[in-house]
């Protein structure tokens, strides 16, 4: 099963509205990120999060990390249509010096101008 | 500066024939990571190189290898095709192995008939 799962799976928003998308994960990281797709394109980084934070602004995003209920959360406020994307959470685990960047399934976002 | 280029960006091959792939990295990023992505199984990890050492493998056949040359350079060949491994194929570059975000490429498309 995958590492970090987004939830909802799809939303569907009116431009000028607050997204928030969540992100669960089962083990111990050293950080969290967060990535947008654009339809089929690569992945362009917008947050890192690392365990000993709690909250990181960038810009219009909010990004929480609660290492105690192993989860994350992605608000977006005052959406625009440019916004509609996928994005997704990827966990750096902590286990080892070797393991590996993990994506979640990707929560799909639609801003309706 | 230049962004992660993955060439070529579109590929048509035959069952049975086989692939290579290739990534060039952000200028300083010595590492590189291969994801592919399709739209039932998502993001799964392919590789992960760093000053030319595969430091990690996903659970992928022996059909794919990679490998990293001196100036960070990547790429990833897949032997004996099946109609299974048409995706995205998406290359990650990043300044060091745990700790930093990822620039992604954008991708090459491999359709296998």
């Known amino acids: 099963s995958q590492q970090g799962e987004e939830d909802p799976q799809a939303l569907s928003i009116q431009e000028g509205e607050n997204a928030t998308m969540n992100c669960s994960y089962k083990t111990s990281i050293n950080n969290l990120q967060w990535y947008r797709q654009n339809s089929g394109r690569g992945l362009v980084h917008l947050i890192l999060?690392?365990?000993?934070?709690r909250e990181k602004h960038s810009g219009r995003l909010r990004v929480t990390l609660d290492t105690s209920k192993k989860s994350s959360s992605l608000l977006i406020t005052a959406s625009r249509a440019a916004d509609t994307a996928s994005y997704f959470c990827?966990?750096?685990?902590?286990?080892?010096?070797?393991?590996?960047?993990?994506f979640g399934p990707g929560t799909s976002l639609s801003v309706i101008p | 500066k230049a962004g992660v280029t993955q060439t070529p960006r579109y590929l048509i091959k035959t069952r049975g024939q086989q692939v290579t792939l290739s990534c060039s990295p952000i200028s300083g990023h010595r590492s590189v990571s291969w994801y592919q992505q399709t739209p039932g199984q998502g993001l799964q990890f392919l590789f992960e190189y760093f000053s030319e050492t595969q430091r990690n493998k996903g659970n992928f056949p022996g059909r794919f290898s990679g490998r990293q040359f001196s100036n960070s350079r990547s790429e990833m060949n897949v032997s004996t095709l099946e109609l299974g491994d048409s995706a995205l194929y998406l290359c990650a570059s990043s300044l060091g192995p745990r700790g930093y975000g990822y620039t992604f490429g954008s991708g090459t498309r491999l359709t296998v008939v």
């Open positions: 999060i690392r365990s000993n934070e």
């Open positions: 990827a966990t750096d685990r902590e286990e080892t010096s070797y393991d590996k960047v993990i």
